[in-house]
């Protein structure tokens, strides 16, 4: 029965789990994230360089700066990253906003900043905004559980079928 239980457990930790980080954030609204920052802008990632730092390697995200929400307006910002858990992470041909804070030597931000996605970069060099839908992220979440109960179902049946003769 606790093999039974152990292995329920570790099923519904594996399904249902997100993306485990090893910061603890407190969620903020955009109004926080906004009021916390020292520079807010929207902008595309034109590239990743890295340079030694003081543990292991800098990461330095050099964005190209569309609109500049708070702080002073530059055309290109740098944000340095140590490349930890908590830093934030960034992929290039998208648009974000992001909510950066004054470091040592630069600009920094982290997983925990309230960053966000706007939009994507087609070949074309369109944009394309991103916009998952409520619905969308629920249903994900019911068609998760139910695969979770298919899985948990069919392990009792075979079980009591099989091996608890």
Same mark, same amino acid.
């Given at each position: ?6 292995? $329920? $457990?570790?099923? *519904? ?6 993306? %485990?980080?090893? !910061?603890? !954030? ?12 020292? %520079?807010?802008?929207?902008? =595309? ?5 890295? $340079?030694?730092?003081?543990? #292991?390697?800098?990461? #330095? ?15 290109? %910002? ?29 600009? $920094? ?6 960053? =966000?996605?706007? #939009? ?9 905004? *991103? ?18 109960? %298919?899985?948990? #179902?069919?392990? *009792? ?9």
């Amino acid at each position: 029965m606790r093999l039974i239980l152990f292995g $329920t $457990t570790v099923l *519904v930790l594996l399904v249902l789990a997100q993306t %485990v980080q090893a !910061c603890d !954030c407190v969620t903020l609204s955009p109004r926080e994230s906004f009021d916390r920052a020292n %520079v807010v802008f929207e902008g =595309e990632l034109l590239g990743v360089s890295r $340079t030694p730092g003081r543990v #292991g390697f800098r990461m #330095g995200y050099h964005f190209e700066v569309s609109r500049s929400l708070k702080g002073q307006p530059q055309s290109v %910002v740098i944000i340095l990253s140590d490349d930890s858990d908590c830093d934030a992470q960034f992929m290039p041909n998208v648009i974000y906003r992001v909510y950066a804070q004054s470091y040592e030597e630069g600009l $920094t931000s982290s997983s925990c900043a309230g960053n =966000e996605v706007l #939009g994507v970069i087609r070949r074309d060099r369109s944009y394309r905004t *991103v916009d998952v839908p409520l619905w969308r992220r629920g249903l994900i979440n019911v068609a998760a559980a139910c695969g979770l109960g %298919v899985l948990l #179902g069919s392990g *009792v049946f075979v079980w009591r079928r099989y091996i608890k003769k």
